[in-house]
């Protein structure tokens, strides 16, 4: 038999009598012994699995942390950008508001240096960003422009648009009652499907719903401008409606008829007069009453 073999023999323990003579008749025998003695006493270190799994995991989990950690800051520096430059873009693109209250009034300026005379409870809005290339003002009520020489913008109520070039002129929008009146220079009304231009001194009246064309002014400014409001051929009820807001009070006028028309002006400084000069002309008593003022048949 090989050596080879011998010792493949041996090292499995499978050498029969025979076979363990001619292998300890090898001339490397005792060197062949030593070897499998130190073998035997050497011992591998054990090796738990699941422990140095569990090791492994955690470095690397510790090493993604390490990478969060530091792209925390990262993330929030940009999530702190993103809501600034998201909140710049929201309030530069918000529309421009003013508003007046009951019995208020207020003075705006326009991005073009245009000014804008603001009567009671009334509202207006513009764009200041887009301005040059949006120029238009939203009204609510009743104002008077005094256009800068040279600009240009519309004028957009629901009832009607009016286009301006360096004039001065009033524009009133209430319920059912859209009236534009030119002080100097020129503009353009925009009603329905007509579109009607007006010159200095001329009016246009659209009363529900119906246009008034008896409508020439010879003053260079409205009266609201002073403290008053005055009236030609108009139904009571915007009369009334118009003290309201000057006065912010209640007019109860449930035992009248106000559709019956009145010319005619009161004054916005004192609430005596004011009323007086509206009843007396069309044969009416008052009583006023906390903030409300009562009418009734003379």
Known sequence: MEKEELIKKWLDKDLNPQELKAFEALEDYQSL???????????APSFNTDKSFDILSEKIENKKQANKNWFKPVLKVAA???????SYYYTTTLDTKFSSDFAQKANIELPDLSLVNLN?????SFNKKDWDKKREVTLDGEAF???????????????????VLGTQFNVKQRSNYFEVTCYEGLVEVTYKATKIKLNRGESFLSLNGKIKNDNTISN??????????????????????????????????????????????????????????ITEPVHLNYIIKNKTIILTLE
């Not at 702190?80 to 998201?86: F, K, Y």
């Not at 009671?120 to 207006?124: H, V």
């Not at 006028?253 to 004011?274: L, P, R």
Request: aromatic share 10%.
């Open 220 to 277: 260079v400014k409205p009266d609201w401008l002073n403290s008053m409001s005055t009236f030609k051929s108009i139904p009571l009820s915007n009369v009334l409606n118009e003290f309201e807001r000057q006065y912010d009070i209640t007019i109860d006028a449930s035992q009248i008829d106000t559709s019956q028309i009145y010319t005619g002006k009161f004054t916005h400084t004192d609430i005596e007069i004011a009323i007086k000069s």
């Open 80 to 86: 702190v950008l993103a809501i600034c430059l998201g």
């Open 145 to 163: 422009f005094k256009v800068k020489k040279g600009s240009t913008f519309n004028v957009i109520t629901n009832t009607g648009k009016v286009t």
């Open 33 to 43: 012994i030593k070897l499998s003695t130190y073998t035997e006493e050497y011992k």
């Open 120 to 124: 009671a409870s009334s509202k207006i």
